[in-house]
């Protein structure tokens, strides 16, 4: 089992930037691939970005040259760094782990709790 907490999230100005954190406890975390995906309200849970194991890295269209996801597997912690910030960002940012890597929100067992972006125009 893998426990996953985010951090990072809070309220920014458009242009600005965010660094997310994922502190993943429990199983070895190196093995594993993780996601962040975001909810924005009234819409579906989407797909953000991935890495895998090895380091191979998946973005949606819309966050590609703005948006960057790294893992430290030392620290057991992903990171999503988010510049040139939008309002349509805003959203509730989720943290996502398994063993295969994948882009929708089934292919995922493990799950933080979650946390905030606020773009402001």
């Known amino acids: 089992q893998v426990q996953l907490v985010e951090s990072g999230g809070g309220l920014v100005q458009a242009g600005g930037s965010l660094r997310l954190s994922c502190a993943a406890s429990?199983?070895?975390?190196?093995?594993?691939?993780a996601a962040w995906f975001r909810q924005a309200p009234g819409k579906e849970r989407e797909f953000v970005a991935a890495?895998?194991?090895?380091?191979?890295?998946y973005y949606v269209d819309s966050v590609k040259g703005r948006f960057t996801i790294s893992r430290d597997n030392a620290k057991n912690t992903v990171y999503l760094q988010m510049n040139s910030l939008k309002p349509e960002d805003t959203a509730v940012y989720y943290c996502?782990?398994?063993?295969?890597?994948?882009?929708?929100?089934?292919?995922?067992?493990?799950w933080g709790q979650g946390t905030q972006v606020t773009v402001s125009s």
């Open positions: 996502a782990a398994d063993s295969m890597l994948g882009l929708k929100t089934s292919d995922y067992d493990h």
């Open positions: 429990g199983r070895t975390f190196s093995g594993y691939a």
């Open positions: 890495v895998s194991w090895n380091n191979s890295t």
